[in-house]
């Protein structure tokens, strides 16, 4: 299908792009479109601007800012994948990213951009919760921060307002952490039906610290505290690892649909963890 008319802004600073939200009470922002384009080609949306960021230098990027990593909204998923600092300090990222949709989509599609559509599906929002990143958002009264925990609020929903924009994603360093990304799908390149994102740190033969994000087991992402909790102080062994992830459905609300109802979705949850789990502690 062709898409409704619209009004097309391309501004080459975030000033610029604000300016043009605050002004105009129905627009859309155009990371890399592969959320936007098709809702309006099927008009699902019919918004009457389209403000394209992609030309703000600012957006792009990866850098070191000492005990992070700030990657920039517009980055795509294929730079985020090959860079070697997220490689070496948040390896859980380059992990997931690699199985973000084809490499056209990687390619085109942005960090920032797939974070904020906020699919309960998608792969980078349990990551981001699971290495416990922050959001810079810029809006007309400045820069925020917000932490991962507080900027997924359900369903395609986010703390970013309809006049504000991401900026940045600052992410912890983990260097030196195991780290491993296990979703479940049907086919190649679909939504995951429940992924788990892990990273350990081993402390001789023993779990020291470990984070573990869920993917599609409610509305948002969510950590799973009680395997978190589990795992501190115990070996790194499969017997350990299995109980502690017996408990990865624990405080979660998984939907159903015609790929799984929500107790197949909690055992996944724990098959998954496990398995992720397992193989994050073999990797640190």
């Known amino acids: 299908m062709i898409p409704a008319a619209f009004e097309y802004f391309s501004p080459t600073s975030v000033d610029e792009a604000l300016g043009l939200l605050r ?34 230098d600012e957006l792009h990027g990866v850098r070191d800012d000492g005990d992070a990593l700030v990657i920039g909204a517009m980055t795509p998923h294929s730079t985020v994948q090959s860079d070697p600092l997220v490689g070496a300090h948040a390896r859980l990222i380059s992990l997931a990213t690699a199985t973000v949709g084809d490499p056209q989509v990687r390619h085109r599609g942005t960090f920032g951009g797939s974070l904020v559509h906020a699919d309960p599906a998608a792969d980078l929002p349990a990551v981001a919760v699971a290495l416990d990143a922050s959001f810079v958002i810029a809006g007309a009264d400045g820069r925020r921060t917000v932490p991962a925990a507080e900027f997924f609020q359900g ?6 307002g309809e006049d504000e924009l991401l900026v940045e994603v600052r992410v912890p360093k983990y260097t ?24 350990v740190r081993l402390d001789g033969d023993s779990i020291a610290e470990a984070r573990v994000g869920l993917g599609n087991m409610g509305p948002a ?12 102080g115990k070996p790194a062994t499969a017997d350990a690892i299995r109980e502690a992830a017996a408990r990865a459905a624990d405080g979660t609300s998984p939907g159903s649909d015609l790929n799984g109802d929500a107790d197949y979705r909690r055992h996944l949850a724990t098959v998954l963890t496990r398995r992720a789990v397992l193989a994050a502690a073999g990797t640190a």
């Open 23 to 56: 002004e105009h009470d129905d627009a859309k922002v155009l990371a890399g479109g592969q959320s936007l384009m098709p809702a309006l080609r099927l008009r699902l949306a019919a918004p009457e601007v389209i403000v394209d960021i992609q030309k703000i």
């Open 176 to 199: 030196g952490w195991g780290a491993h990304y296990e979703k479940f799908n049907r086919v190649a390149q679909a939504w995951s039906i429940v992924s788990v994102a892990a990273a």
């Open 155 to 160: 369903v395609f929903s986010t703390a970013v």
């Open 221 to 232: 992402p969510v950590r799973a505290t009680a395997v978190e909790a589990a795992l501190v």
